[in-house]
């Protein structure tokens, strides 16, 4: 299953709203997550199940879509949440991530 | 809190072999799925291999499969990655992670152990 993934950077200023893309290309039903890599980080698990946030996540951070495109949206855009960003498919194997969106602040 | 602590890495030939060993804490490691995931140097994150929280499914990537082996020992609480025939493509950062089976995302993620293949 291809995760196609977009953009693959974005600059934005402090407080924009941001939404990064990510397209399957099978029915992965709910079966996909978001994660975030800081610089010279492990990834974490932002949202899982399309739209559950993560304990401990930010609320500003959001999950949507219904297959095949789903969002993710940073809404109100700091400056800790410079990061790549990574959807990922974990309905069938091989699981997939998308190519990443590298997020920086104008 | 799910805490899991990668080691094992270093430079290698091509050809050689290595294993990586992934301690695990905080969780029921027994009944968890558990996964490697690499990233090649200044690229994506990529699956490697899963061992299933069934005690026996294994998952493997094609880029690996047939000369990477994930195992685990319950009574350690300790997850594995023998990677025999290594080529310089292997060269990335590997990280133990749980999840990756039963419809389970990657929630809980190590530091990271640096392979490099080269010669």
């Known amino acids: 299953i291809r995760m196609t993934q977009s953009p693959s950077s974005l600059s934005a200023s402090i407080g924009d709203r941001v939404t990064i893309t990510c397209r399957a290309s099978e029915r992965i039903y709910t079966h996909l997550a978001w994660y975030q890599q800081k610089p010279g980080k492990a990834p974490t698990v932002l949202i899982s199940?399309?739209?559950i946030l993560q304990s401990g996540v930010p609320s500003r951070f959001s999950g949507g879509g219904a297959g095949p495109d789903f969002t993710l949206t940073i809404s109100g855009l700091r400056s800790e949440d410079v990061a790549t960003y990574y959807c990922?498919?974990?309905?069938?194997?091989?699981?997939?991530f998308g190519g990443g969106t590298k997020v920086e602040v104008e | 809190e799910v805490q899991l602590l990668d080691s094992g890495g270093g430079l290698i030939q091509p050809g050689g072999s290595l294993r990586l060993s992934c301690s695990a804490s905080g969780f029921t490691f027994s009944v968890s799925a558990m996964s490697w995931v690499r990233q090649a140097p200044g690229r994506g994150l990529e699956w490697v291999a899963t061992f299933g929280g069934d005690g026996w499914s294994t998952y493997y990537a094609d880029s690996v499969k047939g000369r990477f082996t994930i195992s685990r020992d319950n009574s350690e609480e300790t997850l594995y990655l023998q990677m025999n025939s290594l080529r310089v493509e292997d060269t990335a950062v590997y990280y133990c992670?749980?999840?990756?089976?039963?419809?389970?995302?990657?929630?809980?993620w190590g530091l990271g152990t640096l392979v490099t293949v080269s010669s």
């Open positions: 992670s749980r999840g990756g089976a039963e419809y389970r995302a990657f929630d809980g």
């Open positions: 199940e399309i739209y």
């Open positions: 990922q498919q974990y309905h069938g194997y091989p699981l997939t």
